[in-house]
DNA sequence: TATTGTTATACTCTATAACTATA
DNA sequence: TATAGTTATAGAGTATAACAATA
């Protein structure tokens, strides 16, 4: 459903996590590469299209003259927003045939084999916060 | 995960897809393309890329000469099963942490929501048997 | 005429390796 | 020497449009 909200936007998945990590970070290409799981060639080719497209912009380090750090312009930030906001509706629409206790229970079931899941491998989601936010790429 | 234990065995998630599709079926090009949701010639190109590694085949169709059925080769069904069956174990292990008859609830309210969600969309889950299978593309 | 599948073309996404500028 | 980022190259995956063969 969020690669489909994004396609209406004309932009892909993966673009999608790219604004959605900016949405809190001003990271760096290699700290962006450890975040989306990509080598960093491909994240300077990802960050290279979003620029062109006006969504995000590369700002030169201060304390490193070799470093850059990538961060959402308005545009950027708006669409990111309507992405999110849209995904969010569809997922609340797909629970829409629960009740609400049985909502709170699938909630808090899925929460806690999130949680171990990611705990599991060296992730604590309920310390970053991360499980709050759609499509963050979290 | 379903990706990365497809990647383990070196091919991605949308010939995993196709593998599973092929599973129960021997559909034509065109068939597929409605299956997995892409261009007939998007279709062409990754049946030609699985054919190349002996996974699939194309079997003339013996009442239209225009037309194709694609089949899995022997190979193509034997690493079909193997991803399944990491995936399936996977999964197994990520509920691993619930009691069993937390897993029963989160399965019966996440069966509901599918169900549900695939029949606003005119898609009959129970019929079908799609909902037995994993990565089947359904 | 219409349909099935392929091909030509163009673009995104991805990785590896080589490169530059800086540290 | 080591690191940050870019570039060259190669390949998968995707769509659109044009095409050949068949219906």
Request: aromatic residues 2%; glycine residues 10%; proline residues 2%.
């Amino acid at each position: 459903m969020l690669e489909r909200r994004a396609g209406e936007h004309g932009f892909s998945l993966i673009q999608t996590r790219l604004l959605g990590v900016l949405r809190d970070r001003r990271p760096t290409i290699n700290e962006l590469a450890t975040l989306l799981g990509l080598n960093k060639s491909s994240v300077s080719g990802l960050v290279d299209r979003a620029e062109r497209r006006g969504l995000v912009r590369r700002i030169p380090s201060a304390v490193d003259r070799r470093s850059v750090q990538v961060a959402l312009t308005e545009d950027g930030r708006a669409l990111a927003s309507k992405v999110s906001a849209r995904f969010g509706a569809d997922v609340a629409a797909m629970l829409g045939p629960l009740t609400a206790a049985d909502r709170a229970t699938l909630t808090r079931l899925l929460s806690r084999v999130l949680v171990e899941h990611a705990a599991a491998r060296g992730v604590d989601m309920l310390a970053t916060g991360a499980n709050a936010r759609a499509g963050d790429g979290g």
